[in-house]
């Protein structure tokens, strides 16, 4: 993977975004990684229940992953509750758990009610879509352990066309986390009533401008400035960055193109206003 430790959080981010499709390649190419896709698009169509999906320990590990659950791959009897749930019933099991990363593997899945067999599994075009699911999040996960920073902003920069209200962002740590900062809010909100929390936010910010991403580059660039002051981090003086990338024409003969250059350092004083 391309390392985005030691530099500052709206730099991080632009070489992430700069190198992503290379590091996708990266992840399918780790042989754990690949054999793990393998399974899963071999077998996953041949899986009628949300019993035999627990049973297969390859394709159960790889649809963990893609949802971000790993440190919970041996909850197994939870996970397979919950994905028996019933979600039209309130007190089930799926509509209790804190966890949103549970729901929305329950919604993606799409087993039955009981856990019966879901009709996503024989789509292509779903296939597709959980495979590219796996390998952004392992992507993602990874910038996040190199650079704390940027791994929250680039959560939000991965979930703002989805957030719809307010209770979207209170739910997940990482969007709870981004808008605070990104909006002047301390931490401590987070001990106010969720409700207020959502006024407060809503006082902030018009959450119809996350559907325009020229607007949440604005937030990621503020998120990053606010970000980096608080935790004292500064970028190095004309750092020299080697972007690489991904997509190379066949007259390059399928190597990569190294691009070194040069950005100024933006210092912002932690003591400045950012309203």
Known sequence: MISLGGMGTQLAVKLF???????????????????????FSER??????????IADTEVYT??????????QIFGKALVRKALESDV????????????????????????????????????????????????????????AEDNTGAGIALEFKAKASEINTWFDVLKDEDLGTFMRRALGLPDEVVQVDIDRQ????????????????????RLVSRFSAIYDA???????????????????SSSQGGNLNIITIDIPTIVRNGSGSYS
């Not at 996708?24 to 793990?36: F, G, H, K, T």
């Not at 949103?100 to 597709?128: C, H, V």
């Not at 608080?230 to 190379?248: P, W, Y």
């Open 44 to 53: 996953i169509g041949s899986i009628g229940s949300a019993k035999e999906l």
């Open 88 to 143: 039209s019933d309130r007190t089930s099991l799926v509509n209790r758990l804190t966890d949103p990363k549970i729901r929305e593997m329950y919604d993606t899945l799409g087993f039955a009610p009981d856990g019966g067999a879901s009709a996503n599994f024989d789509d292509p075009d779903w296939q597709a879509e959980m495979i590219t699911r796996f390998k952004e999040r392992l992507v993602l996960n990874s910038a």
């Open 230 to 248: 608080i935790e004292g981090i500064t970028s190095q003086s004309n750092a020299a960055l080697t972007l690489m990338q991904s997509a190379v």
């Open 198 to 217: 959502a006024e407060l936010f809503a006082q902030k910010f018009d959450i119809e401008k996350l559907k325009d991403p020229a607007e949440v580059d």
């Open 62 to 71: 790889f649809v963990m992953r893609a949802f971000d659950l790993e440190d």
């Open 17 to 39: 975004d700069a190198t992503r499709d290379k590091q996708l390649d990266l992840v399918a190419s780790n042989a754990l990684n690949a054999r793990q896709v393998a399974a």
